[in-house]
């Protein structure tokens, strides 16, 4: 009997580069995944990974970096975010660098997008059978990070960035039937959080939302927890992990084109080097390598 193995996505901002150039590999080597799982960033970039929209990610992300309606602080003090929200998930996707919903469609993948509720700081998750023909708004509320972007309401909740409640969400891909996965982190072997050193501001920005300060406080916790548990199922060939091979010199708010191709072209490398070896991994689950 085949097991399902799903793929399980980082979100990380900017640094989601090195996830886009590890997606483009799978699509020049057709490795297709019966279940997608992202957040933040990971979540924007297994949309145009779904889509078989090679390059897309590279072409916005590096494209318009440099862009002041993309990112920068003209839009924080003018909207409260510090990207173009409406820019990134209304004015590109559908009239700069069109996304193909039709192929999106098209694919059985299932496609889960994790987003944080801001009243009980839980993990909410939207399927295809939910989100139905509103992909982007999910992912615009698991891409609006703390401090960086509004709060984002969608079928009666109040959410926010994915990766504060669930930021590597292999969990969920296992409830939902993975006993294998594969996953993209964005940092390098050994990293791990530190505590948040904004205390005062986290309590002072978010009164409202006592969800959000609880996960935005025990975050470090929460994060260094889970990559033990990753750590744990890749030993026992559970998980297939690609990470960065290096630490990273990308902030989650990067904006250099030349640190940013550096970190695609380092996720593509990265995938090719592993690729023998995730194939043999591959071997008795459902992946398709055509």
Known sequence: MHTKTGLVLEGGGMRGLYTAGVLDFFLENKIEFPYVIGVSAGACNAASYISKQWGRNKRVNIGFVRDPKYISLRNFFRNGELFGMDYVFDVIPNQIVPFDYEEFKRSDTEFVIGTTDCHTGEPIYFSRKEYKEDLLTPIRASSSLPFAAPIVSFQGYELLDGG????????????????????????????????????????????????????????????????????????????????????????????????????????????????????????????TTK
């Open 164 to 287: 504060m409640s669930d930021p590597i969400p292999v969990k969920k891909a296992e409830q939902d039937g993975c006993s294998r996965n594969v996953i993209v982190l964005t940092q390098h072997e050994g990293y791990m959080k530190k505590p948040s050193r904004l205390h005062f501001m986290i309590k002072r920005k978010y009164a409202r939302y006592p969800g959000v300060v609880r996960m935005l406080e025990g975050r470090w916790r929460h994060y260094n927890r889970t990559i033990e548990y990753i750590n744990q199922l890749e030993k026992e060939k559970k998980a297939f992990v690609i990470r960065p091979s290096q630490p990273l010199e990308v902030s989650r708010v990067e904006r250099n084109q030349r640190k940013l191709t550096k970190l695609y072209d380092l996720g593509w490398q990265n995938a090719a080097d592993t690729f023998e070896e995730l194939t043999n991994w591959l071997n008795e689950s459902t992946v």
